[in-house]
């Protein structure tokens, strides 16, 4: 008998690590969607403010620059304590920002959310993922939703000087025909987490 409440007090001493192990985790995940989502936002906020000063200098085609030159730039402007931020889409104008597998997978999620009449403000996903070293990176992304100001070079109806200017930056570009409200794509933020 005294061995099976011995055993039974292993075993629940073992839950209990693992239940502590877990809370821990989720944790440390939600601090981490903090500073995603903090680093995110701002980095979006920059890069709206630059885009229409872009466009009320020079027009729309202005902002084609911004996005190619300066949105790199912004972009690590924010990424502070390992962070790496980016954008990724299903209809892309940078190959480099094409969708890894879980970025897609997430964009389908956002896409049937929007379907379904969900607020792409709300939208976002985050998870920490094991690597084969025994560390763990941690992904963010956040939903970009089609605003107006993203119409004069993403929708349906491109000035020519701006598709000519198109043309010549992304001759492969994917990026355009979206309407007002649509999913444009996300932000997206990984961190290559330090082992413990």
Not at 40 to 53: E, G, H, R, W, Y
Not at 61 to 71: F, G, L, W, Y
Request: glycine share 8%; aromatic share 8%.
């Amino acid at each position: 008998m005294r061995v099976i409440v011995i055993m039974g007090l292993l075993v629940l001493g073992g839950f209990g690590l693992l239940a502590v192990g877990y809370a821990a985790e989720q944790a440390s995940l939600r601090a981490e969607a903090v500073e995603a989502r903090a680093a995110s936002q701002m980095f979006a906020k920059t890069l709206k403010s630059q885009l229409i000063a872009a466009i009320k200098a020079g027009g729309p085609k202005s902002a084609i620059p911004v996005c190619q030159q300066i949105a790199p730039a912004v972009a690590k402007q924010y990424a502070s304590d390992g962070l790496v931020i980016g954008r990724t889409s299903f209809r892309i104008r940078n190959p480099a920002n094409a969708p890894d597998d879980w970025e897609r997978d997430v964009l389908v999620g956002f896409a049937k959310a929007m379907e379904k009449g969900v607020d792409p403000k709300t939208l976002e996903r985050f998870a920490f993922f094991p690597d084969k070293s025994g560390g763990k990176t941690f992904r963010y992304m956040k939903a970009i939703a089609v605003t107006q100001p993203c119409l004069a070079c993403h929708g349906s109806n491109v000035s020519p000087a701006v598709q000519d200017a198109l043309d010549k930056h992304y001759p492969d570009d994917q990026a355009t025909g979206f309407a007002l409200g649509d999913l444009r794509g996300a932000f997206t933020v990984r961190k290559v987490m330090p082992k413990s």
